[in-house]
């Protein structure tokens, strides 16, 4: 298979979604352009009326896409910053997610938010944010987050076949990592998650960036004689708990990673799942690993640090190793 990278490869998913279905079209702040080269080209072979530019109002970009996908079409949103959600929260938590359910099922919502997560490009506080936890609340939506080409491709493809709006978290740091990649289109279930390496001792389960984070982290602890498994949830709503219970299972220990805020992030509800679940099974308590509780710092070396690095990563593992 040819290698990409992640921006290719969601660029790739796009393209094949609408020469397959005319009923695909592309909304957003500059996607004519296309930011970190995603939609690129795309308005040169589809033309303005799919690949159409709006102006930088966020409401009005989902509430076109509501409107779209409530009239039979399956529009793909893009908000540039998911810092920017706040203002078209009405449209996507009260119309987009809840429509379906209030009109009895007799209209489908399928839409796709495509939007943009992470710290690590000095963006500071109000375009650095990772706030996935805000979607994964609310009933109706669909919450998906690749970390890499492959799963990306996979999943915005399922992604835009879908009759729910699903939230398409991508993390800016991750658009230019290489992968293998199908050039024909395929499909992977949202709701599927994926275990990136295989391990006796203890799970780690990782999102996005951090993903490859927690891989080198496996990889350092394995020079220490711990055999860490890597899981990579892929959608956090619906969320894949029996490859997740399976996994804890298993291992007996359980790690979790994200660069959300530790409070109140996706790992607090996966680790609720799992003490409810599977609380037998554990050998000593599940550690968090997140960002702290604070603004994202402008500064390179705070930002940094904001960051959840492979040795705060590789300590966490130590520590449930140790109990």
């Keep these: 298979m040819p290698e990409i990278n992640m921006s290719k490869a969601i660029n790739n998913a796009l393209k094949h979604e609408m020469e397959r279905d005319p009923d695909v079209f592309i909304l957003g702040i500059d996607v004519s352009g296309g930011m970190m080269g995603v939609t690129a080209g795309l308005q040169d072979q589809f033309g303005e009326n799919r690949v159409r530019d709006t102006p930088i109002t966020e409401s009005a970009i989902v509430g076109a896409a509501v409107g779209a996908a409530a009239a039979g079409l399956r529009p793909v949103a893009e908000l540039m910053f998911v810092d920017f959600i706040g203002v078209a929260m009405d449209q996507l938590f009260n119309q987009a997610a809840k429509m379906r359910y209030m009109f009895g099922g007799k209209i489908k919502i399928p839409m796709v938010l495509r939007t943009t997560c992470g710290a690590g490009m000095g963006t500071a506080a109000q375009?650095?944010?990772?706030?996935?936890?805000?979607?994964?609340?609310?009933?109706?939506?669909?919450?998906?987050?690749?970390?890499?080409p492959y799963d990306a491709k996979g999943l915005m493809i399922s992604a835009i076949r879908d009759d729910n709006p699903v939230v398409f978290i991508e993390n800016k740091m991750l658009y230019f990592t290489q992968g293998e990649v199908p050039e024909e289109a395929y499909t992977i279930p949202i709701g599927s998650a994926d275990i990136k390496r295989e391990g006796e001792d203890v799970t780690i389960v990782a999102t996005g960036q951090m993903v490859s984070r927690a891989l080198n982290a496996a990889e350092s602890a394995s020079a220490e004689g711990i055999s860490v498994e890597v899981l990579d949830p892929r959608s956090l709503l619906p969320l894949d708990e029996g490859t997740l219970l399976e996994s804890v299972r298993k291992t007996h220990r359980m790690v979790i990673v994200h660069e959300e805020v530790k409070n109140a992030g996706s790992g607090a509800e996966i680790a609720a799942t799992v003490g409810e679940k599977a609380f037998g099974y554990l050998d000593a308590p599940i550690l968090r690993v997140g960002g702290p509780f604070c603004p994202i710092p402008f500064s390179q070396k705070l930002e940094a640090e904001f960051i959840p690095s492979e040795g705060k990563i590789l300590d966490a593992i130590k520590t449930v190793m140790k109990s």
Aim: hydrophobic share 45%.
């Design 127 to 148: 375009h650095s944010q990772s706030l996935e936890a805000w979607f994964m609340h609310i009933p109706g939506l669909k919450v998906v987050m690749p970390s890499t």
